[in-house]
């Protein structure tokens, strides 16, 4: 895999900085709209560390500009928006399954890309990012599935993670940005 070019790093950077962002709005609605205090919780402190990624981003931008860039692709705003009314552990099956699935396998990817010589700081807040992603999929998973009291609950849950990644399928989490 080839590293990346120094204007390529400034562009992911750029675009996981307006899709954190977007993330934290996406996900900090949900809280009003989740009436479940266990994942109201959640999707509050998931909130809260998108905004905390976002502005980890920003701080390896060499210029103001965060908020020019790409941002979510239109797939993964679609996916999000669908389950924006649904019950708790539609959203929990879609962000945790598909959104956060998907981060954690672009930071990876990311950081495989990054050079030795000239991304460290870019690599060293991949592996904090991606790791702060998965304590998020983890927790997310144990609550989710501790929604499910009968086996129709688990198949809808699958079934909206299944719709969104569907509407996935060909694009990216962060358009430009994978």
């Not at 990876?108 to 050079?115: E, I, T």
């Not at 609550?143 to 969104?164: I, K, V, W």
Request: with cysteine; aromatic share 6%.
């Amino acid at each position: 895999m080839r590293a990346l070019t120094l204007q390529q790093s400034v562009d992911r950077c750029r675009g996981w900085a307006r899709a954190e962002g977007s993330l934290y709005e996406a996900v900090g609605s949900w809280v009003a709209s989740t009436p479940e205090p266990g994942p109201k919780i959640y999707f509050d402190a998931c909130s809260q560390h998108h905004a905390w990624r976002a502005t980890l981003w920003q701080q390896r931008l060499p210029e103001e500009g965060a908020r020019d860039g790409a941002g979510l692709s239109p797939a993964a705003t679609a996916a999000l928006s669908a389950v924006a009314g649904a019950g708790a552990a539609a959203k929990l099956a879609v962000y945790c399954r598909v959104v956060l699935a998907r981060a954690a396998i672009a930071y990876g990817a990311w950081r495989r890309q990054c050079s030795a010589a000239s991304d460290r700081p870019v690599a060293r807040a991949l592996d904090i990012a991606k790791a702060d992603v998965m304590t998020d999929w983890i927790e997310g998973e144990e609550l989710l599935q501790g929604l499910f009291s009968t086996e129709q609950d688990a198949l809808d849950a699958a079934r909206a993670a299944g719709e969104a990644e569907a509407l996935l399928v060909g694009h990216g989490l962060v358009l430009n940005a994978e």
